[in-house]
């Protein structure tokens, strides 16, 4: 299957900092999912993103597809302490898998 | 609350145990998933069931063996597992393609 590259790995930023991370692949995609991970938590929807250009925002958090179709950026603003998680894109594989990213981990200091 | 639980939360089991992890979602989803998640890799597919028959075996080996008996309950059975199996273990459902609903997840520890 194809591999997604996020990054950064790991961010560590201050509280009311805003955040940018992205995911990259060597292959077209028609749909980019973007899930958070709270600690000790199972993955959660945050955004989903179905056509290229697409910019969709949930809250405080916007997401957009690329144009190429081979990437995809999550923006958080004004970050807040409950932001702390990992961040992982996804696509659907096809047959009803979803292949993800690595993830992007982020810690906010107060 | 996700509508999908996971049972238990924590599990440790020596290498000759057998133990079960067991998922259930409240959700009227048609497709149930479990993935592996390690420490420092990506989120893993193991298995996949569509209407309650197995539609993926993502090579994994037979001392996991996944049991879903309906379309609300899903089940994996493990068997003379190894210290690197350790992980958690993330049941997940769906209605749709690619927006799942995931549990909290069963930590496993295998000594």
């Known amino acids: 299957g194809q591999q997604l590259n996020q990054s950064p790995q790991s961010m560590f930023i201050q509280e009311g900092e805003d955040v940018s991370m992205n995911c990259t692949s060597s292959?077209?995609?028609?749909?980019w999912l973007w899930y958070k991970q709270d600690p000790g938590e199972g993955p959660v929807l945050l955004i989903a993103?179905?056509?290229?250009?697409e910019l969709t925002s949930n809250g405080r958090l916007t997401a957009q597809f690329g144009i190429t179709r081979k990437d995809s950026f999550l923006n958080i603003s004004a970050s807040i302490p409950s932001d702390v998680g990992i961040y992982f894109c996804?696509?659907?594989?096809?047959?009803?898998?979803?292949?993800f990213g690595q993830g992007t981990e982020l810690s906010v200091k107060p | 609350e996700t509508g999908v639980t996971q049972t238990p939360r924590h599990l440790v089991m020596g290498m000759t145990n057998k133990k079960s992890l067991k998922c259930e979602q409240h959700?009227?989803?048609?497709?149930m998933y479990w993935y592996k998640q390690s420490a420092k890799k990506p989120l893993e597919l193991m298995f996949v069931y569509s209407l309650e028959e197995r539609v993926e075996n993502n090579s994994v080996p037979s001392r996991f063996s996944p049991e879903c008996p309906n379309s609300s309950h899903l089940f994996l059975h493990l068997h003379t597992l190894q210290p690197e199996d350790s992980a958690l273990y993330l049941c997940a459902s769906s209605l749709h393609v690619g927006e799942l609903f995931f549990g909290e997840g069963s930590r496993l520890t295998v000594l």
């Open positions: 959700l009227g989803h048609n497709a």
């Open positions: 292959s077209i995609f028609n749909t």
């Open positions: 996804a696509y659907p594989s096809g047959g009803g898998k979803l292949i």
């Open positions: 993103l179905y056509k290229a250009g």
